[in-house]
């Protein structure tokens, strides 16, 4: 599969990610980062259709609000996380 060209924005996201351990939901990595929830949602989905992140439910919805999803990268996201926040790291210190 393709590595996927990702933005300053979407980079920020996939460390926080990478570095959680935890799965995060998208509300909690907009507020940590004030980056906008579009951007956010929008880097998870990028994610997802790479295969490196997946979601799941915790079951917490209460009434008329739907139950969050958790974001987690998956071994293949760790792998190429780590590949390209590395390269990106190198190319700062330069």
């Known amino acids: 599969m393709n590595t996927p060209a990702l933005s300053e924005p979407q980079l920020r996201v996939l460390r926080i990610l ?13 507020r940590s980062t004030g980056m906008p929830y579009g951007t956010v949602y929008g880097t998870f989905r990028v994610l997802y259709a790479h295969g490196w992140a997946v979601g799941d439910t915790d079951g917490a919805g209460g009434t008329g609000r739907p139950a ?18 590395g390269e990106t790291e190198k190319e700062n210190i330069r």
Do not use: D, I
């Not at 990478?18 to 907009?30: G, T």
């Open 68 to 85: 969050r999803v958790l974001y987690r990268l998956t071994g293949e996201g760790r792998v190429q996380a780590a590949a390209l926040l």
């Open 18 to 30: 990478f570095n959680s351990a935890e799965p995060l939901w998208a509300l909690m990595v907009a």
